[in-house]
Nanobody
Framework: QVQLVESGGGSVQAGDSLRLSCAASGRTSTVYAMGWFRQGPGKEREFLARINWGNVNTYYADSVRGRFTISKDKAKNTVYLQMNNLNHEDTAVYYC?????????????????????WGKGTQVTVSS
């Protein structure tokens, strides 16, 4: 079991920045990758970014590439999502998730089904 706790959400103005954090605990030795997703009001859960735990590879959704940056601190078992130039469309609950073999390897990394454990989410509200 892996426990994930997100933090850093809040209410901001359009154009502002936020940095989300996700602290992992438990069986973190089996983590293959960490990802960020979000779910806006009335919308499906959307993949945002992924970072591999064993190398420097990162992946982004087209909708956030260039504005959002995913990073990690393995010593702290923490992954971050730096979000810049936020707009109203970024309003959502943001979730982090951990991916473990074999699902992490055989599933598409943009799919929620590739991730085994999820945090409870942190709310981000952007007002224009």
């Amino acid at each position: 079991q892996v426990q994930l706790v997100e933090s850093g959400g809040g209410s901001v103005q359009a154009g502002d920045s936020l940095r989300l954090s996700c602290a992992a605990s438990g069986r973190t030795s089996t983590v293959y990758a960490m990802g960020w997703f979000r779910q806006g009001p009335g919308k499906e859960r959307e993949f945002l970014a992924r970072i591999n735990w064993g190398n420097v590879n990162t992946y982004y959704a087209d909708s956030v590439r260039g504005r959002f940056t995913i990073s990690k601190d393995k010593a702290k078992n923490t992954v971050y999502l730096q979000m810049n130039n936020l707009n109203h469309e970024d309003t959502a609950v943001y979730y982090c998730a951990s991916a473990h073999p074999p699902r992490a390897i055989i599933s598409s990394f943009t799919s929620a089904s590739a991730y085994d454990y999820w945090g409870k989410g942190t709310q981000v509200t952007v007002s224009s």
